[in-house]
């Protein structure tokens, strides 16, 4: 077994109690100074030789792809990241006086320029009615978690607005995207597909997160075909020898 382990943003000591749990238990453990300034690390090559009889931890995710061709089992332990850090992308629930759309343009400045998007979804938790909240009463409402599905419609009736704006769109119902689900543990979803395939997906119990794809490499889109079906990735085309879009 192949053990990618996350740091979270600070050195070693940032480690979670899982985590650390499961490299106390390795025959081996290699620490990776690629995705972060940390110490020195062992090749690739070293690794994946060792971990075929015996278990192996890191915190390097390259590796995966490589690991799945060996024959070599992998689990991921998450930690935090930057991504947690600097916040992301969120879709809110909308209403039927409410209808903000600027999430959209956040995503066009993302598929512009390349980048992939995050895009967290909403919750409502101890939400009161307006009636309820107009008469002060301390009544809630049952919560509610927006799932994947549930973004994906709203993003979809944006688009129907911009083509009849005349606008240039920044996506389609064919761009590639991941839906995920409860990413922790043994119980997470992931699945990648068009964002029309992905509705109808069942990714389970809360929380879902989607993430809108932009440029992406040979290396990516071979990830991805590890979490989708047999037509989720036809919509991509290759810009250069190394780059997809959709």
């Given amino acids: 077994?192949?053990?990618?382990?996350?740091?979270?943003?600070?050195?070693?000591?940032?480690?979670?109690?899982?985590?650390?749990?499961?490299?106390?238990?390795?025959?081996?453990?290699?620490?990776?100074?690629?995705?972060?300034?940390?110490?020195?690390?062992?090749p690739d090559d070293c690794i994946l030789k060792y971990c075929k009889d015996v278990d192996e931890a890191t915190t390097h995710s390259d590796l995966v792809l490589r690991a799945l061709n060996a024959g070599i089992q992998y689990h991921v332990v998450h930690n935090a990241s930057i991504m947690n850090a600097v916040g992301c992308l969120s879709i809110v629930f909308w209403t039927d006086t409410w209808r903000p759309e600027s999430f959209y343009d956040k995503i066009k400045k993302n598929r512009d320029m390349g980048p992939h998007t995050l895009c967290l979804l909403d919750i409502k938790v101890k939400e009161q009615s307006m009636k309820n909240l107009m008469r002060g009463r301390n009544i809630y409402e049952p919560p509610r978690y927006m799932t994947f599905a549930q973004a994906a419609e709203q993003l979809l009736e944006i688009l129907q607005n911009q083509r009849d704006r005349g606008e240039e769109l920044?996506?389609?119902?064919?761009?590639?995207?991941?839906?995920?689900?409860?990413?922790?543990?043994?119980?997470?979803?992931?699945?990648?597909?068009?964002?029309?395939?992905?509705?109808?997906?069942?990714?389970?119990?809360?929380?879902?997160?989607?993430?809108?794809?932009?440029?992406?490499?040979?290396?990516?889109?071979?990830?991805?075909?590890?979490f989708s079906g047999p037509e989720g990735l036809k919509t991509l085309k290759m810009t250069d020898s190394s780059t997809y879009v959709s």
């Fill in 1 to 42: 077994m192949l053990y990618f382990i996350g740091l979270g943003l600070g050195d070693a000591k940032y480690i979670t109690v899982k985590g650390l749990e499961i490299v106390r238990q390795c025959s081996r453990v290699y620490l990776e100074d690629y995705t972060s300034i940390l110490w020195y690390s062992e």
């Fill in 170 to 226: 920044a996506m389609t119902q064919d761009t590639v995207c991941v839906g995920l689900a409860q990413i922790r543990a043994e119980v997470q979803t992931i699945h990648s597909g068009t964002l029309q395939e992905l509705m109808s997906c069942d990714l389970g119990g809360p929380l879902h997160s989607m993430i809108i794809s932009g440029h992406l490499h040979s290396l990516e889109v071979d990830m991805l075909k590890l």
